[in-house]
T-cell receptor, first 111, second 114 residues
Framework: EDQVTQSPEALRLQEGESSSLNCSYT??????LFWYRQDPGKGPEFLFT???AGEEKEKERLKATLTKKESFLHITAPKPEDSATYLC????????????FGKGTTLSVSS | GAVVSQHPSRVICKSGTSVKIECRSL??????MFWYRQFPKQSLMLMAT?????????EQGVEKDKFLINHASLTLSTLTVTSAHPEDSSFYIC??????????FGAGTRLSVL
């Protein structure tokens, strides 16, 4: 069964304190791994898609990496506006199949 | 990024009434539309998958007669919650899949059934 586990469940950081969020997955043939950001009461906002082990993508203070078993979302020098829930999802086998989501990591950054 | 418009953003209805939620992909053709629901502090749970012009495929435990999905065009999909009850209160979100495996969410609909 395809499964996604995110850790930690919640993370509190001081502004400027870098850290990483983990997404471990088991899937029958990875088509893609997706990261989204979700603010309370809103739909998730697309961040990255990773397709193969070793791939890395960056956007502002965020960098996503992928191995055969897990993905990390690295946050460098976070700011309070980075506070949100970060969701990881995997897509199995082929394009067009549904994304399976983890429960998310809720990040709080205080100034 | 691509834009997916979902409305209404919030709806309050009486028990027994039906509610229709629309999702439109504004700048790409959504060949596949996924409908999810999300309970507080829970993961997004897939309800159904629909391809344009085809009947939706429902996940186990999701009543197809209660959650009617229509995907009549490449830019519009609707979810109708029929005879809504308080236990149907939740956050419903569409995810539109398009060319190049892009996957963009709508803003979500908060349904409250009294």
């Amino acid at each position: 069964e395809d499964q996604v586990t995110q850790s930690p469940e919640a993370l509190r950081l001081q502004e400027g304190e870098s850290s990483s969020l983990n997404c471990s997955y088991t899937v029958s043939g990875l088509r893609g791994l997706f990261w989204y950001r979700q603010d309370p009461g809103k739909g998730p906002e697309f961040l990255f898609t990773l397709y193969s082990a070793g791939e890395e993508k960056e956007k502002e203070r965020l960098k996503a990496t992928l191995t055969k078993k897990e993905s990390f979302l690295h946050i460098t020098a976070p700011k309070p506006e980075d506070s949100a829930t970060y969701l990881c999802a995997v897509q199995a086998n082929q394009a067009g199949t549904a994304l399976i989501f983890g429960k998310g990591t809720t990040l709080s950054v205080s100034s | 990024g691509a834009v997916v418009s979902q409305h209404p953003s919030r709806v309050i209805c009486k028990s027994g009434t039906s509610v229709k939620i629309e999702c439109r992909s504004l700048d790409f053709q959504a060949t596949t539309m996924f409908w999810y629901r999300q309970f507080p502090k829970q993961s997004l749970m897939l309800m159904a998958t629909s391809n344009e012009g085809s009947k939706a495929t429902y996940e186990q435990g999701v009543e197809k007669d209660k959650f009617l999905i229509n995907h009549a065009s490449l830019t519009l999909s609707t979810l109708t919650v029929t005879s809504a009850h308080p236990e149907d209160s939740s956050f419903y979100i569409c995810l539109a899949g398009g060319p190049g495996n892009i996957q963009y969410f709508g803003a979500g609909t908060r349904l409250s059934v009294l």
